[in-house]
């Protein structure tokens, strides 16, 4: 039935247009809320939820304990759930589904495989999984495929498979519940060092620092906050940990809502790297490298991962591929820059834009240098030039060879302002009109 | 504020800063004989540019000046994300000037704010050679306050911290002020330009050394400022049009360049 009709015989109706995308950041939602129950949690859009909660009933009081938690916090939230415990994924989530509490009565559609194996079974008259449990497998397998089978088997728990969690199991973790929710978010630091200390402990007995730490806080109205730092070298001090998260929660542009409060804190650290214990100076003071490491770390953690930054050269002759900067985390320390030639003034600019500034230049044809130029509403006289310097253009990456020639000029003005210009394509051969460009500003 | 926490404020604010007398000369015998010496290095000085478009010349000497500078380390070079807008720095550029850029920790920081907080971070730290902050424009948040602290920072740690403005100057705790202008550099053969060519003024000093101006080019080889040969002893001829180039094969990019005396005249019309 067409909206319209609907709406013809009910005319209060209300519509709410369907939302894949805002159901699938709910489930999403909700799928981080459930970490506090597991790690092995794995989405089944569109309504499904798996948990696998082997070995992690206890602080419940077993299965029962857990689903009820589960439902006393889905009901909060103005939600209802469909529990079902079984042995394998498959089977709870076909229990679910059918709201059903044993496998055996679930219907034979439950097997969710082709639509003519449903009609086949249907028209032999196996309706339960019961009934089809009973079958010579190989028959089945036989007439029905291998598929069918395997998925009749891990529905009778025969075979196991493992869920793919949403988040990868990390190796070093502390975590710590509470009674009553923390409403502080001053005291929910005091317990990130807590757990910072522990973690440290773990990570001492593996010789090993973090270059990576998660903070989860769980709030107990389902909400999870994450924080994350990252660091340059391994660490695993407890209070230079707390000093980084201290930046970390004063540079985030929406403070720490404790709301109704915390009930689980949860460090991990998922990437380590080894780190031996240090031996300090006989003479004192401490190791510089260690000292520039630590201010990398406090201005990454304040400013984020991309904002410290470091020059790397490239093998490239086009100018602005041939040096640019990456961030320090992601770069590699290269110190593989071309020699310089002595007596010879700069060659390259020390600020380049990138793209490069279109300007309005009067220059003799067909390959004069520039006489004048308008740059941001400024006309610039040339007095002094030095050019070109011919740099073709990437002919082997194209199947045509095609890509116009840069002639570039250094150029000084009156004034004493030196400019780095280029004359994009060659006159008549490659383009009627060539643009020019400015590309970079000398000291 | 707890007992401790204060005392340790009094312990700070009182504690006699070991006077660091490691200096930072040009390497111009003149310049620095009217310096006494050269700058102090654990200081910080102010670069301001004269006008806005000798950005680039200030921020050179700015990085010559933390090339003198004999203190190992890196240079941390702060800038603000809207910096782009007049050219990112060029490494192969700080190369070509005598400058190792692997010695270069670049810092991005999305407001003057951060800017500031960062640079008190890398002026702290005292593994850090040098540290150059390029606030974006005028930037009034860098006032009287924040340079007193910078200050403070750098003489306790002995790092030399430059920091580059434009603009008119404002009240600053900083030992001394630089104006920084670009000048015709000298003529090499060919009429090609030069080795970068400054002229530096001091603007002020605190401890009371008159201002002076100079005119300085860049020795990359030497790693020094040299006298600039001045090129105003021989005129240059502001490169005349050739006058047997034809008027059709004067030829300007898409948009055609208007003389800016016509452009004057349609304006008044």
């Given amino acids: ?443 | 504020m707890s007992r401790p926490d204060l005392q340790s404020l009094v312990d700070t604010l009182t504690e006699p800063i070991a006077p660091d007398t490691s200096r930072l000369t040009l390497g111009h015998p003149s310049t620095d004989h009217k310096l006494g010496g050269g700058l102090a290095q654990a200081a910080l000085h102010e670069v301001f540019a004269t006008q806005e478009a000798d950005a680039p010349a200030a921020a050179g000497f700015a990085l010559l000046m933390a090339l003198r500078s004999e203190r190992k380390g890196p240079l941390v070079w702060l800038r603000e994300d809207k910096g782009r807008m007049n050219g990112r720095l060029y490494g192969l550029g700080f190369h070509e000037l005598g400058f190792d850029p692997d010695r270069l920790l670049l810092v991005e920081a999305p407001d003057t704010i951060a800017l500031l907080r960062a640079a008190a971070e890398a002026v702290q730290c005292t593994a850090v050679g040098a540290v150059i902050i390029e606030p974006w424009g005028k930037a009034s948040v860098v006032d009287l306050t924040a340079t007193r602290r910078l200050t403070l920072a750098a003489a306790r740690s002995g790092v030399l911290a430059l920091l580059l403005r434009t603009g008119d100057p404002g009240p600053s705790a900083a030992t001394s002020r630089w104006g920084v202008r670009a000048i015709p550099s000298a003529q090499l053969p060919a009429d090609a330009p030069g080795a970068p060519a400054f002229e530096i003024s001091l603007l002020r000093h605190r401890s009371g050394i008159a201002g002076f101006s100079a005119r300085v080019e860049w020795n990359r080889d030497t790693c020094v400022f040299t006298d600039l040969t001045d090129p105003a002893a021989a005129p240059v001829a502001t490169a005349p049009l050739p006058g047997v180039v034809p008027a059709t094969a004067v030829v300007g990019t898409n948009h055609p360049l208007p003389h800016p005396a016509l452009t004057r005249k349609q304006r008044a019309a």
């Fill in chain 1, 1 to 443: 039935m067409t909206l319209a009709d609907s709406r013809a015989r009910v005319p209060a109706l209300v519509s709410i247009a369907h939302e894949p995308a805002a159901d699938l950041a709910l489930l999403e939602w909700l799928a981080d809320g459930c970490d506090r129950y597991t790690p092995m949690v794995m989405a089944m859009p569109p309504l499904g939820l798996v948990l696998d909660i082997t070995g992690c009933t206890h602080p419940y009081g077993g299965e029962a304990g857990l689903v009820d938690d589960l439902l006393r916090r889905l009901a909060k939230l103005g939600l209802t759930g469909w529990p079902a415990l079984a042995n394998t994924p498959d089977a709870a989530l076909a229990l679910a589904r059918h709201r059903m509490a044993d496998v055996g009565d679930l219907p034979s559609t439950a097997l969710e495989v082709a639509e003519s194996t449903h009609l086949a079974l249907r028209r032999a008259g196996l309706k339960h999984i019961t009934d089809v449990a009973k079958q010579h497998r190989p028959a089945l397998a036989a007439r029905f495929g291998k598929d069918m089978t395997d998925r009749l088997a891990r529905l009778l728990g025969e075979v196991d498979i493992h869920i793919t969690p949403r988040r990868a199991p990390t190796p070093i973790e502390a975590e710590q519940r509470f009674a009553a929710p923390l409403a502080h978010s001053d005291a929910a630091l005091a317990v990130i060092e807590t757990l910072a200390v522990r973690a440290g402990l773990q990570l001492t007995e593996r010789a090993e620092g973090g270059r990576r730490f998660d903070v989860a806080l769980f709030r107990s109205d389902g909400h999870v906050a994450r924080l994350g730092v990252d660091t340059a070298n391994p660490v695993r001090d407890p209070k230079l940990l707390i000093r980084l998260l201290r930046d970390r929660i004063g540079g985030l542009s929406d403070p720490l809502d404790p709301g109704f409060g915390y009930d689980l804190i949860r460090l991990s650290v998922p990437v380590t790297a080894p780190l031996a214990a240090s031996q300090l100076l006989l003479e004192g003071g401490t190791l510089a490298e260690g000292e520039i490491g630590a201010l990398v770390d406090r201005l990454t953690t304040r400013l984020g991962r991309n904002r410290v930054r470091r020059m790397i050269p490239a093998d490239s002759h086009i100018p602005e591929q041939a040096a640019f900067d990456l961030a320090l985390a992601d770069s590699p320390f290269s110190g593989n820059w071309p020699a310089v030639i002595e007596g010879d003034p700069p060659w390259r600019p020390l600020q380049l834009f990138d793209p490069p500034q279109i300007i309005q230049v009067i220059a003799e044809v067909p390959d004069g240098p520039p006489r004048r130029f308008r740059w941001r509403r400024r006309l610039h006289e040339v007095t002094r030039h030095e050019g070109p310097e011919r740099i073709a253009a990437q002919w082997w990456r194209r199947a045509d060879g095609a890509g116009l020639t840069r002639d570039y000029y250094r150029v000084e003005d009156g004034d004493g302002r030196r400019f780095w210009l280029f004359r994009h394509g060659l006159y008549g051969t490659e383009k009627p009109l060539p643009g020019w460009y400015l590309h970079g500003l000398f000291a």
